[in-house]
């Protein structure tokens, strides 16, 4: 039996304070150690920076667009990271 984390994760990065913010959104988080505070983004796990690295792409919204599998950037620094 696999097990899934179809949860959303919401990724704040300060820009004045230079950390970034973690917070997991779903039912059943298999992955509770990518919730919290890291010092930059560089210290977040790789599949997030992976993910943030596309998601900065991203014009900021409007309009809102969701990468398939990957998130959606909600603005200029936060975003919704899909694990």
Request: proline share 6%; with cysteine.
């Amino acid at each position: 039996m696999s097990v899934t984390d179809d949860n959303t994760y919401r990724v704040l990065i300060h820009d004045d304070a230079g950390h970034v913010e973690v917070m997991c959104f779903g039912m059943d988080s298999i992955d509770p150690d990518a919730e919290g505070n890291y010092s930059s983004v560089h210290d977040l796990p790789k599949w997030i920076q992976a993910r943030l690295a596309t998601l900065m792409m991203l014009n900021v919204p409007p309009p809102l667009r969701e990468v398939g599998g990957v998130g959606s950037r909600i603005g200029q620094s936060i975003y919704w990271v899909y694990k």
